[in-house]
Nanobody, 115 residues
Framework: QVQLVESGGGRVQAGGSLRLSCTITRSIFSINAMGWYRQAPGKQRELVAVITSGSSTNYAGSVKGRFTISRDTAKNTVYLQMNSLKSEDTAVYYC?????????WGQGTQVTVSS
């Protein structure tokens, strides 16, 4: 069974940086896309960033210019570099992978930005 293992969340002050990692327990070559969603308390889950098998990227408007998604195919890992963090970035961040058989989710990692 394919699994996603996330790491890198934590607490940081506003203006700081964090890097999230998401490792999938299989090769990412045949995966359509991988990315990150987030869900803040009382809000719906929203797409943050996505990277396709062709390395195209897309970002939510609220994070564009501050967050960067990338992948390391040798390590089967996708990263989310988050810079200039704001209090409104506080949320649980979920990694996902879009496979031919469906979507697989990570367990989520908490990011807390204090002002």
């Amino acid at each position: 069974q394919v699994q996603l293992v996330e790491s890198g969340g934590g607490r940081v002050q506003a203006g700081g940086s964090l890097r999230l990692s998401c490792t999938i327990t299989r090769s990412i070559f045949s995966i359509n896309a991988m990315g990150w969603y987030r869900q803040a308390p009382g809000k719906q889950r929203e797409l943050v960033a996505v990277i396709t098998s062709g390395s195209s990227t897309n970002y939510a408007g609220s994070v564009k210019g501050r967050f960067t998604i990338s992948r390391d195919t040798a390590k089967n890992t996708v990263y989310l570099q988050m810079n200039s963090l704001k209090s409104e970035d506080t949320a649980v961040y979920y990694c996902y992978a879009s496979l031919p058989s469906g979507v697989v989710w990570g367990q989520g990692t908490q990011v807390t930005v204090s002002s």
